[in-house]
């Protein structure tokens, strides 16, 4: 059992690729206001979950979204892949700007499995190359997160250890 502290009053950023279980994990362990995706925000806006032309416009509410969650105190948890840098670099921003502390939470299945689980959706309209792309993006190391700014960083690296945690919020 791995057991992961997180600051209540904090924003914890999910990263992975698709397929990595991050929406399954963020249902599991957080509340459904909690967790703002990425998805949901291209629903929004596009009507249409995986349209990534709309992706500028869903990041920009995700963003605001957050922002306003923070500026109340609320514990927020965002789902989207947060491969990039810059990606974190500007929810880590929203958590300075908000005094909170931010978390980072890495879950890193097998390219395989990402593949495998992939294959068995019918809600992805694209091919398995994308997940082979992102695998390569995956952060290793908890170095280089908390070198970006996160306070928190935990890696699970496999399915048995995703399946085995037990999320603690600290005060
Ligand atoms: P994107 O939203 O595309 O980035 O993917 P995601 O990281 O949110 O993955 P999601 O939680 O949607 O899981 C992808 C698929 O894998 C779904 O069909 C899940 O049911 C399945 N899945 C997720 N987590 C697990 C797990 O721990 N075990 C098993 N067996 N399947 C899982
Ligand atoms: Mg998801």
Redesign the pocket.
Known sequence: MTTIRLPMMGLVV?I????????????THFGPFETV?S?YCRGLVADDVNDQSASTAAFDLLHHIVGVRLARGRFTVV???NLTRSARASLIALAKEHDVLPSALV?DVPTQV?IQ??Q??TD?PFGVDVIRRQRAQVPRGVGALRKEGFRNVYLLDS?QE??DVEIVRTP
């Not at 992975?16 to 249902?27: C, D, I, P």
């Open positions: 999910l992975g690729t698709t397929g990595s279980g991050k929406s399954t994990f963020a249902a995706s998805d789902d989207a892949t879950l990402a689980r992939h068995a959706r992805r399915e995703i399946a």
